[in-house]
């Protein structure tokens, strides 16, 4: 350890130098997953953190919701299948509606607000009553703030903004709920005289002895012209996020291995270098695993300070980002990144050890590499 030390100290450009490239690609994997996360979040929040165990779609709607048209009654026929505890409707609007005198986008969620499917937690506000909604709280940034109002066109109904939740948008734009029966009412407002009101999803809670998926694949055997998913296969399978995760996943691998190849061949050039002194010092009676862990101890260090600097970096990035597109910093994804690095570095720096071993100290008194 004092060795990596000292040598760390006597290279400081170098190292510094070494260790900011370092920290700028562990920030450029950081960045790429945290805007992965952001987006998809963003994209699918409301399916994949829905307070519903189990969503039902209609079957040839091949997992997407708008595309999803279920008739009422299959809510009752869900409500028999065996493990089923509550099944609840869930209907979805895309609408165009001005808030604060501006003009956007709207996904309009009409649920029970008391079963499965409910806008769960309230973060802030309260739980709407008639003619009131609840936003993701994402939206603020485009006007959809409590107490503002949401006036849907063209049919000029308005609702009053009197809560928020959180992680539960949709494709991408301000996402609202209210109760299902309003929403009901709504859509008879925007589409007059149309002969029936269909569902997008059913929403079903599970006994708490049962798993989700079971219970969905038993929903899809029992009830005809349906699919019962658990969350995560019904997110994972929207149209569109498979082609995001993808490519997301492309692009962060490369920039992995162009992480742990930086290190690794740093360190290997940084051996062949210095390896007359390496064979001085195991003629004089330094051990290989000495000398191996002085250099795991530099390439632990200078992946850690690379991490820090990384993190900082992300940190500036997020208080930058964009209001209405807001990153943050996930520990939990700093510290995986971080020993995924940290690991494969090491294992990478084995090349430089290997070479280390492979020397002969008999060169040392010859004065031959």
Do not use: C, H
């Amino acid at each position: 350890m004092f060795i990596a030390l000292r040598d760390l100290w006597r290279s400081k450009l170098r190292f510094s130098l070494l260790a900011g490239a370092v920290g700028l690609l562990i920030f450029l994997l950081l960045f790429l997953n945290t805007l992965s996360a952001t987006l998809l979040g963003f994209f699918i929040g409301a399916i994949e953190n829905n307070s519903a165990d189990v969503l039902v779609y209609e079957d040839t709607a091949r997992r997407n919701l708008q595309a999803s048209r279920i008739d009422p009654s299959v809510v009752g026929e869900v409500l028999t299948v065996p493990g089923v505890v509550a099944a609840a409707p869930i209907g979805e609007l895309t609408l165009t509606a001005t808030v604060d005198t501006e003009l956007t986008d709207l996904s309009l969620w009409g649920v029970d607000l008391t079963g499965p499917g409910r806008p769960d937690p309230i973060v802030q506000g309260r739980l709407p009553g008639p003619g009131e909604v609840v936003v993701d709280e994402s939206a603020t940034a485009e006007g959809f703030e409590i107490g503002e109002t949401i006036t849907l066109i063209p049919s000029g109904t308005e609702l009053e903004i009197v809560g928020y939740v959180q992680d539960r948008r949709y494709a991408v734009v301000a996402t609202a709920y209210l109760d299902f029966t309003r929403w009901v009412d709504v859509f008879e407002q925007e589409f007059p005289g149309s002969p029936i009101i269909p569902l997008s999803l059913v929403a079903v809670e599970i006994a708490s002895d049962e798993e989700a998926a079971v219970v969905g694949d038993r929903i899809t055997a029992m009830v005809a012209g349906v699919e019962g998913l658990d969350r995560v296969s019904a997110a994972s399978g929207t149209p569109g996020v498979d082609s995001i995760s993808q490519s997301f996943t492309l692009i962060v691998g490369i920039t992995f291995g162009i992480v742990v190849l930086v290190v690794g061949f740093f360190f290997l050039i940084l051996t062949v270098q210095k390896l007359r002194s390496f064979v001085t010092l195991r003629a004089v009676g330094a051990s290989t695993g000495y000398l191996a862990g002085s250099l795991i101890a530099q390439i632990i260090i200078l992946v850690l300070l690379g991490s820090v600097f990384g993190t900082l970096l992300l940190m500036g990035a997020t208080l930058g980002s964009n209001p209405a597109f807001p990153l943050s910093v996930d520990v939990r994804l700093v510290l995986t990144v971080t020993v995924a690095v940290l690991v494969f570095s090491v294992l990478s720096g084995l090349l430089s050890v290997r070479r280390i071993a492979r020397a002969d100290p008999a060169e040392a008194a010859q004065g031959t590499r």
